[in-house]
């Protein structure tokens, strides 16, 4: 089957791209064309389904940016590079005996020309270069480079935006387009085919998800129909309060982007755990999702990657836990307290978490989900290899003794 893509690009290109893209197998081209790039952000709600987006030119990116974090398939461009900009500059100089001070070119980063001239030991006069900004209309650059020509200062225009090359060729002024080598774009459609088929892949990984009811409530088919619907799940009972989902990472990662996961805990007056695990098998995948269950809050989403990382709570600020760790750093911790280098990931993950540097035994025991006693002995292990320090004492509105207040000591950006 062909991949569908998407190329937003202007007339001019569309021609030498369909010619490219004969060498590529199994793709199929739509064009949205521009006649400058800031048409792009409109002809993106043109676009009919495809399987990815290819935007033309760093140019047409840029306009594109703001609407491609919500961009709802995989996208790619054709980015300006050095060896784009050292091939035109070359064929100038190669087809038209001039010297490069005797050049304009309009580049989007001006230290690409500056690294060119660098790398070839070229000490003499550089050629005149204008760096292209969005925010300023490109008319300005064409004024620039027809003042240049008028004064006799150049021979020659290289630019990266068509409709200057129109403008400048119609004034009678020699001037080329930045010329992408047939070589760099043929590779770019394979890697745009590539990544519409490994997206796909990533989209159709088995998932399977938890749902708890943390008491036996009538209104759980109501939640349970709900969640099913959403993330386009099937399911099976596993006890009168665990059900078992099962869904794609594709149906998963649309439901976090609508953010509609959260308002599944304003259906129940009860509270649920919902949580989810990722593997390279159904079985894999439901290890995680149930070891997930473990360390999850109620009314909030938890994930379990394959990589063992704990993620969440969403749709709150979620923090991300490995639940398996090579870190040195960590395992040399473990070994000298004897505490699991996962409660130690749990440890750095809620200082990180934490707008306070000092905590009480009690706050990091309602984040470890654990008693007070049980923290209590972690923190005593802590403090007696010098990882945690008591720095004060919080007195009590209750009769009872003062509760101690301890710092961290050792690095938690790990």
Excluded at 76 to 96: C, G, K
Excluded at 284 to 304: C, G, H
Excluded at 339 to 358: D, E, G, T, W, Y
Excluded at 369 to 385: D, N, P, S, Y
């Amino acid at each position: 089957m062909s991949t569908k893509i998407a190329v937003i690009s202007s007339l001019a290109f569309r021609d030498r791209l369909i010619s490219i893209a004969q060498e590529v197998e199994n793709i199929q081209l739509e064009f949205y064309i521009y006649k400058t790039p800031d048409e792009t952000p409109m002809l993106m709600k043109q676009i009919k389904p495809c399987d990815v987006l290819l935007l033309s030119g760093t140019l047409p990116y840029l306009y594109a940016k703001p609407l491609l974090s919500s961009w709802p398939i995989p996208w790619t461009y054709l980015q300006q590079e050095e060896f784009a900009i050292s091939t035109s500059l070359l064929s100038v100089l190669a087809n038209n005996n001039l010297p490069l001070s005797k050049i304009s070119i309009d580049v989007m980063n001006i230290q690409h020309v500056r690294n060119i001239v660098n790398d070839i030991h070229y000490e003499g006069p550089l050629p005149f270069i204008q760096e292209i900004h969005i925010d300023k209309p490109f008319d300005h650059i064409f004024r620039h480079h027809k003042q240049l020509w008028q004064d006799k200062k150049i021979g020659f225009v290289i630019t990266s935006i068509h409709s200057i090359y129109d403008a400048l060729t119609a004034e009678g002024i020699p001037a080329m387009r930045m010329h992408d080598s047939n070589s760099s774009i043929k590779r770019r459609l394979e890697q745009t085919k590539a990544l519409s088929k490994m997206t796909k892949s990533e989209s159709a990984k088995a998932v399977v998800g938890v749902l708890e009811f943390l008491e036996s409530i009538e209104d759980y088919q109501l939640v349970l129909q709900r969640i099913v619907a959403t993330t386009h799940a099937s399911y099976q009972k596993l006890d009168d309060k665990h059900f078992e989902l099962f869904t794609t990472f594709g149906h998963i990662q649309n439901a976090f982007h609508h953010n509609l996961l959260e308002s599944f805990f304003n259906i129940s007056k009860h509270p649920i755990k919902l949580t989810f695990g990722y593997g390279g098998s159904i079985l894999e995948a439901q290890k995680n999702a149930r070891q997930a269950l473990k360390f999850a809050t109620p009314n909030s989403v938890f994930i379990m990657n394959e990589n063992k990382e704990l993620q969440g709570p969403f749709p709150k600020e979620p923090t991300t836990l490995s639940l398996q760790t090579k870190d040195p750093y960590v395992l040399q911790m473990a070994k000298e307290t004897k505490l699991s280098p996962l409660n130690i990931s749990k440890i750095m993950a809620f200082s990180v978490s934490r707008q306070s540097l000092q905590f009480t035994a009690l706050n990091l025991a309602e984040y470890l989900q654990v008693t007070r006693r049980t923290t209590e002995r972690i923190l005593k292990k802590l403090v007696e290899h010098g990882y945690a320090k008591v720095v004060g004492e919080e007195m009590s509105y209750q009769q009872g003794r003062p509760r101690a207040i301890y710092e961290l000591n050792f690095s938690t950006y790990h």
